[in-house]
Every structure is written in structure tokens, then in C-alpha cells.
T-cell receptor
């Protein structure tokens, strides 16, 4: 199985442009997450979804939006990118019904906003 | 507030043993995870502790003391491929992971 896939692998984006980072999982996990990882900092949660049809804000949600129309897909949209959104973005999923909530990560998207 | 403290960087020798410590303060507690992250790659799950004590899994072991807000990851028989960052992540009362900045482990021959 593919697990979690993310697209694109990397992207250079002009400030002010919009972009959607894609995330798809085939493990039928109910929960999904978006993190950003910056040098010297821990992973920071942007948005999450505990189940299809619901989303919640994480630690750093400003400038980002998400949707969860179905179990498999959890896209992250930057409506108007700014240079401070330059980062590596990881999507993750977990089967929270299992009680252990281990999160499994996609390969990441490296985004540069100029 | 919520806080994770782990060393920024450690160096060890191939074949040796290394212990990576993590102290944490969280709002509630629902277990603690350790992840491994090689440079340029995604974090991968190593271990999960929810009760006090030691969990052993091959060359890797993880220890938890909930009363002390303390955990460590023990790596034995170090190999060059163990060079990576190790991330400590307790889970808070909302079942959200709180991530430390990670410990970069450098293995020397």
C-alpha cells in the first residue's frame, strides 16, 4: 500500500499567489493532520481533522485552510502566500479508534515563497 | 504552558550505547511517542509509552516516568544508519502531539 502521499514534492511560489498542497491516504485512518517543520523548531500543527466532514485549528492556523470531504483526502490551501510560509509541510494520519493514535507521515512538501 | 526539553545534538561512536533524554510538561497526558527522522525525510514511528517503565524493541528501548515528566530513548549497538534526529512527542489531554525540536544524533566510526 502507498500509505500517505503528498504532492507536489517541492514548489517555489510567488508571494501573493494561492496554492493547494495535496494529501491522500489509503489506510482508512479517520484522523488527519497538517504540520509545518522549520529549522530548529518542533513540528507545529496547522490544522487537523478527526473524521471526514470535520476540521479543527491547530497551533498555527493563520493563512491556511483545509477541507475533509472524504476519508482519504485532506488538502491544505494557502490563499495568499507570504515568505514566512516557506517551510516543509508534512501531512499525517492516524487511526484514533485504535487507542494508540500513532501518526504516520507523508514524505513532505518543501515550499519556498519568494 | 506546554513544553518539551531535549538536547539539541549528541555524538556517539558506532557500536556504543546512547541515551537521549526528554522532559515534558503538558496539559494532561495520554502517552509519549518517539520518532526518528533522517535528514530530508519524514518522521517515522519508533515507540509509544503510556505506563511507567521500559519498553524494549530490538536495539531501541524507551522509558517513561509520568510522575517526573521524563522519558528517554536508549539506542544500543549503534550503527551509522542511526544518525538522525530523534523527536520526543507527548500527547496532551486533547490527544494532540506536542513536539520537541528533536535531538540530532551523530554517529562516528
Amino acid at each position: 500500500t502507498a500509505g500517505i502521499t503528498q504532492a507536489p514534492t517541492s514548489q517555489i511560489l510567488a508571494a501573493g499567489r494561492s496554492m493547494t498542497l495535496r494529501c491522500t491516504q489509503d489506510m482508512r485512518h479517520n484522523a488527519m493532520y497538517w504540520y509545518r517543520q522549520d529549522l530548529g523548531l518542533g513540528l507545529r500543527l496547522i490544522h487537523y481533522s478527526n473524521t471526514a466532514g470535520t476540521t479543527g485549528k491547530g497551533e498555527v492556523p493563520d493563512g491556511y485552510s483545509v477541507s475533509r470531504a472524504n476519508t482519504d483526502d485532506f488538502p491544505l490551501t494557502l490563499a495568499s502566500a507570504v515568505p514566512s510560509q516557506t517551510s516543509v509541510y508534512f501531512c499525517a494520519s492516524s487511526d484514533s479508534a485504535s487507542g494508540m493514535d500513532t501518526q504516520y507521515f507523508g514524505p513532505g512538501t518543501r515550499l519556498t515563497v519568494l | 504552558g506546554q513544553n518539551i526539553d531535549q538536547p539539541t545534538e549528541m555524538t556517539a561512536t558506532e557500536g556504543a550505547i546512547v541515551q537521549i533524554n526528554c522532559t515534558y510538561q503538558t496539559s494532561g497526558f495520554n502517552g509519549l511517542f518517539w520518532y526518528q527522522q533522517h535528514a530530508g525525510e519524514a518522521p517515522t514511528f519508533l515507540s509509544y509509552n503510556v505506563l511507567d517503565g521500559l519498553e524494549e524493541k530490538g536495539r531501541f528501548s524507551s522509558f517513561l516516568s509520568r510522575s517526573k515528566g521524563y522519558s528517554y530513548l536508549l539506542l544500543k549497538e549503534l550503527q551509522m544508519k542511526d544518525s538522525a534526529s530523534y523527536l520526543c512527542a507527548p500527547m496532551d489531554s486533547n490527544y494532540q502531539l506536542i513536539w520537541g525540536a528533536g535531538t540530532k544524533l551523530i554517529i562516528k566510526p
